[in-house]
């Protein structure tokens, strides 16, 4: 689980699918400072989150690389009751290999960037100014940010700019390439499709893709790299979502907004400086019980990050299936923290029955025994367990 935190709405690029391009006057510019990123922090750990994604437009004035690293280490100082935000992931435009070393240092968990569209034509004209122009630069970021230090990359691109099947195959060879090149793969890839924004029609885009064939792409990718985590946000509706999950998805967003900040409070609709509307609009609790009810182990775990087991180093566990000794029993530790301090009691009674079922699937006795020692440890008020 995770939510996206939007910094900065302020962008130089002319992208023609995104409202945040330069030429539109009429949507609400906004930044954040530090303060006000704190309180945003604040009401995100309020709502159980423990993983962000950072957000923020193309402007090297007023969104320089040092603003969004001060902005990091804001949030990560950020301790409130027993809330913290244990992995910030960051989705910002392409940059240097100086930067992505910058960003490194800070401590980052996933670099995130869209390539949008992967047929250069195509690219081009969506994205006739600016920086993000350059089609190059774009889509060399990824082995610039390995070459700067950062093994976990996510990529993706938007559905409905161009002919899926082109850009599917694009996502496929990214991933190939950069195992071959980097000798590791994508940790993440989105599958965002095109949706309503402040000057945005997607009528006007003919490339839509139907919930039908959404659906087989995410089966695809999931045979296709089976190492990876597949990310589907609140751009999709729950019962599309519901849907996906069933074929492979492993990462949702849930109860998040996609305006500068918007967590304190929500803005208003005429004032909106949101990136996209939102299609599955449920609170965090709700869609933490509502994958309880349906089967799933809502997880809040950060633990791979925090202990080393980033880039090949995971991506070996991974493969020879290891990693579910550390998956199952830290998905459980992180629902119980969840159950304690934020959920409603009904979805801390559903948690907790799910909780009872799934420990008896740890097949490691030891394992099973330290599981039960952490639970209750957290049920007497000890926080941040993991394996």
Known sequence: MFAPLYLSNYCVNGCTYCPYHFKNKH???KKLTQKEIEKEVIALQDMGHK???????????????E??????????????????????????????VENYKKLKKAGIGTYILF????????YEALHPTGPKHDYNYHTEAMDRAMDGGIDDVGCGVLFGLNLYRYDFVGLLMHAEHLE???????????????????????????????????AKIVAVLRIAVPYTGLIVSTRES??????????????LSGGSSTSVGGYVIKEKKYESS????????????????WLLEIGHIPSFCTACYREGRTGDRFMTLVKN???????????????????????????????????????????????RQIVLEYLSKLNNGKRDFRF
């Open 321 to 367: 299936g290891q990693i579910a000794n550390c998956c199952l029993p830290n998905a459980l530790i992180t629902l119980k923290e969840y159950l304690e301090d934020y959920a409603s009691p009904l979805t801390k009674e559903n948690g907790e029955k799910v909780i009872a079922t799934e420990i008896k699937k740890i097949p490691n006795e030891k394992v």
């Open 115 to 122: 390539q949008e569209t992967y047929n250069k034509e195509a």
């Open 67 to 96: 603003y969004v690293l001060e902005s990091i280490n804001t949030i990560y100082s950020i301790k409130h009751k027993n809330g913290a935000i244990r992995r910030v992931n960051v989705n910002i435009a392409a940059t240097s």
């Open 238 to 251: 729950q019962k599309t979502r519901e849907k996906v999950l069933e074929l492979g998805v492993s990462q």
């Open 27 to 29: 949507i609400p510019r």
């Open 274 to 289: 949101a990136q996209f509307d939102i299609s599955d609009d449920r609170t965090l609790d709700e869609i933490v019980n």
């Open 180 to 214: 071959a090149v980097k000798g590791i793969g994508p940790h993440t890839i989105s599958v965002p499709r095109i949706r309503p924004a402040d000057d945005i029609n997607p009528h006007e885009f003919t490339n839509a893709i139907s919930d039908e064939i959404f």
């Open 51 to 65: 993983r962000l994604a950072l957000e923020t437009g193309e402007d090297p004035i007023n969104n320089p690389i």
